[in-house]
């Protein structure tokens, strides 16, 4: 027998019969037919910033929460600028799609600094003593990687095919998975 009176009914979502904040996330990104990876990465998003909110519900949180999530990533998580980028997009996907409400242009957001990268390049002297240390398929991918500028997958995904000597040529196929 339930300790639960037939009057008050238990209910999940902020109203009878309406799904969960989370299902409704999930619908919306299914109907757009984002990536599962999106929608992934968008319900993580999404759960931190309710959480970082004490776990209240977004309907009642606005720009200055979104702003003070947002700042917390770029300053004391210290993110990178993509990862705070892919947060902004979850939580405006979440006001804009799933809630029906419009935030305004959030000036308050303190963008992530990136360091300064200097790119590292090798001698030509370097590269030729490192490959005298390489033999077989690993003298080989790092022969083509350097001398032909192939990407990594680009050089894995190669066949025999795809390398024409007549015209010194290597066939590159995009986008294959």
């Known amino acids: 027998m339930s300790h639960e009176s037939s009057n008050s009914p238990q209910v999940r979502g902020s109203e009878i019969g309406r799904p969960r904040l989370l299902e409704r996330v ?3 990104i299914r109907r757009r037919y984002y990536s599962p990876r ?14 970082f909110n004490g776990k209240r519900h977004p309907e009642a949180l606005g720009e200055a929460e979104v702003t003070a999530f947002l700042n917390h990533l770029a300053s004391e998580r210290r993110v ?20 029906g409400r419009e935030l305004p242009w959030l000036d308050g957001v303190q963008r992530p600094t990136r360091p300064p990268r200097l790119p590292v390049v090798l001698t030509r002297a370097e590269v030729e003593r490192l490959l005298a240390q390489m ?3 690993r003298w080989l991918i790092a022969s083509l990687l350097y001398g032909a500028g192939l990407r990594v997958m680009e050089c894995l ?16 196929r995009g986008n294959i998975r």
């Open 135 to 137: 033999t077989g398929t």
């Open 80 to 99: 990178a600028a993509a990862t705070q980028n892919q947060a902004l997009s979850a939580i405006l996907f979440l006001y804009r799609d799933v809630l």
């Open 157 to 172: 995904r190669l066949r025999v095919k795809d390398v024409d000597l007549s015209y010194r040529q290597i066939l590159v």
């Open 38 to 51: 999106t929608e992934e990465a968008y319900v993580h998003w999404i759960r931190r910033y309710i959480f």
């Open 26 to 28: 999930h619908e919306a």
